[in-house]
């Protein structure tokens, strides 16, 4: 595997911040791909960490006081969607974060950064030795937070599912008069319930698990209902409260755990900055 941020620069396809292809600690495939559910391999969603200037992370050495004068434009994420590489005949939306938001996000359990921490290792486009000790320590950033976390962006994906709000000839309005409800979406209600009953369960994940994926799959080709769905989902609420309760997890992040735990190698940043 090789890192697609790097590649598309030296192809002059993006145009990232100068910093960031030599930076990049941390890269990665996720979405549909990454669940193991995705029958289209031209569209890929792919994210990770860099490490950007040392200023930004420390702006008191530019000489500059947070909430006092002047703010600088501090980075926090670079992002580019529909990058077409007609070489690989794939399209590409990239979104890269600095290491301290992408950090901040994980410690908040947001969904979409826990997949990044737990994506397959066939999914692994780009990694160092700063990478790899983020992910070899991912399970610290778990906490019983991602109930609540998970459960909020299910209920967002279930009010999408059952939305009539299409637009006529879009791919997802056939979808919708095809099965009734957008089964994009309907999937991702399954998924998200039942990653988070991993994470309370077991303190782990793993996003392209057997029994949810091939559910995942059969939901996504129409054989679920909407009402089928739905009543899971209620069934699933209540065993889901359980969990929250009876979980061995911590209740909440911990601000030390991803600086003081992971031994990251001043070398490999110093020569970031």
Known sequence: MSSRVQECKQKNL?????FLPDNLMYEVLTGSAAYGVSSNTSDMDICGFCIPPKTDVFPHLAGHIQGLGKQIQRFNQWQMHHIEDSDRCVSYDFCIYGIVRFFQLCMENNPNMVDVLFVPERCILHNTIVGQLVRENRKMFLHKGSYHKFKGYSYSQ???????KTEPGSKRHEIRNKYGMDTKFAYHVYRLVGEVEQILREGDLTLDREDRREVMKAIRRGEWTEERLSTYFEQKEK???DLYHSS?????PSLIIPWANIP?????IGRCW
Do not use: R, V
């Open 14 to 18: 993006i145009n990232p911040p100068k």
């Open 158 to 164: 279930l009010h999408k599912m059952s939305s009539k």
């Open 248 to 252: 061995d997890l911590q209740y909440g």
């Open 264 to 268: 990251f190698p001043l070398a490999t």
């Open 239 to 241: 065993h889901l409260e």
